[in-house]
């Protein structure tokens, strides 16, 4: 799984990391797409998809071995 798909499914399957993107950041599912989950510089998610994938992880929605990025 590359780390957008990571990001989508914590997000789907987390109501709680989902309102808390939404809520405290202002963005949703939608948002976020191949190039800016990468995007580290002004305006883009790669901060914040680190740390909805670190979350996911920690909610047991991801596993680790699961990843190719």
């Given at each position: 799984?590359?780390?957008?798909?990571a990001?989508?499914?914590?997000?789907?399957?987390?109501?709680?990391?989902?309102?808390?993107?939404?809520?405290?950041h202002?963005?949703?599912f939608?948002?976020?797409?191949?190039?800016?989950?990468?995007?580290?510089?002004?305006g883009?998610y790669?901060?914040?998809?680190?740390?909805?994938?670190?979350?996911?992880?920690?909610?047991?929605?991801?596993?680790?071995?699961?990843?190719?990025?």
């Amino acid at each position: 799984m590359d780390k957008l798909e990571a990001v989508q499914k914590t997000l789907r399957f987390s109501n709680s990391i989902r309102e808390w993107c939404e809520k405290e950041h202002s963005v949703y599912f939608d948002d976020f797409d191949s190039e800016n989950v990468d995007n580290y510089e002004d305006g883009g998610y790669g901060n914040l998809a680190d740390a909805i994938i670190e979350d996911g992880l920690a909610e047991n929605i991801l596993d680790e071995d699961d990843f190719e990025f």
